[in-house]
């Protein structure tokens, strides 16, 4: 099946898109985590959001939760890792499975970390974003996982399970992993080490470990990363006042296209976003 739109980000930019998309009966693929966005959770209280006087940000993210049932709206609890083009169609890559659509949201929100050196070089040939879908491939072996949010570490034990040996960073606090074949590294990853794939990680205290793949369980994926070409001003997708990208029928809002980092652009840049998909959809 061809969707009409493509979304990446539950957060209020993809709340906003979806909504008005669904309104409009459009065929729509939302992707991103169903607890929506950690961003909003963690606000204590929005002061500056017109109609929700001081809401707090699970009280907002609960509103956002009851307005997605009431409209019939679904999520793809996938993190989207590589999107291509394929005349006027994109080909989205959902954790190891292959989606299709016309038009594309980037609603992905700021990246905090960016790429490590070597990791685009060496997608696919030893990095990974996915464990379930690579997983399997290195049983027995030695690998090192990056895991950027506890509520990957179901993912770090089913790799630690396969693997013979696994090297971990775990970049949040109260990591709870405590495997035998499972060692924690604090020296942060400096670089992806290879050629024509993954041999080993060297470290900023100058060390290096030699490693067969490399695990990147993080909550955003760089633009630069998804679609390879996209004008970017710095960390933000370079968008027109339809939140038109440089590449036709990719759209982008909310934080990911620039400051102020806030609730109510985040919004009004989705609003408007999908309206401009609707007039794309219907030029085409
Ligand atoms: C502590 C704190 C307090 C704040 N207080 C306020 C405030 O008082 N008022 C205000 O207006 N704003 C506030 N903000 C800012 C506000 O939360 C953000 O501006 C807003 O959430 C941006 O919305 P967004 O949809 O652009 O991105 P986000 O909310 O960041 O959502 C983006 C989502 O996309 C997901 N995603 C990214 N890449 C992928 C991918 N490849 N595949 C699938 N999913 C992906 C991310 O995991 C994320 O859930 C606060 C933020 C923080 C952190």
């Known amino acids: 099946m061809i969707y009409d739109a493509a979304i990446i980000g539950t957060g209020p930019a993809g709340m906003s898109a979806a909504l008005n998309l669904k309104l409009h009966n459009k065929e729509i693929l939302w992707f991103g985590s169903a607890d929506l966005s950690m961003k909003v959770q963690k606000s ?148 992806v080490l290879g050629e024509k794939r993954v041999t080993g990680i060297g470290l900023r205290d100058e060390t290096e470990i030699d490693v067969d793949g490399l695990f990147i369980l993080r909550t955003s994926v760089a633009p630069a990363t998804l679609i390879k070409g996209i004008e970017m001003n710095g960390p933000h997708i370079v968008v027109n006042r339809n939140m038109e990208t440089s590449k036709p029928g990719i759209f982008a809002a909310g934080d990911c296209t620039g400051r102020p980092y806030q609730v109510a652009k985040a919004i009004g840049e989705g609003n408007v976003a999908a309206h401009a998909m609707l007039e794309y959809l219907a030029e085409k």
Request: proline fraction near 3%.
């Open 44 to 191: 204590e209280k929005i002061a500056n959001y017109p109609g929700c006087a001081k809401i707090s940000g699970p009280e907002l993210n609960g509103r956002f939760k009851e307005q997605i049932w009431e409209a019939g709206l679904e999520i793809t609890d996938k993190m989207v890792t590589s999107i291509s083009a394929i005349g006027d169609r994109f080909m989205l890559l959902g954790d190891n499975e292959v989606y299709e659509a016309r038009t594309i949201l980037l609603a992905t929100g700021t990246v905090s970390a960016k790429a490590l050196p070597g990791e685009e070089e060496l997608l696919g040939r030893g990095v990974s974003y996915c464990a379930t879908c690579d997983g399997f491939l290195y049983k027995g072996k030695t690998i090192a996982v990056l895991c950027g949010a506890k509520r990957y570490e179901h993912e770090v034990a089913y790799l630690a399970e396969l693997a013979d040996k696994v090297y971990l960073w775990a970049n949040y606090k109260d990591c709870e992993i405590d495997l035998p074949n499972v060692q924690r590294l604090d020296s942060p990853i400096k670089a």
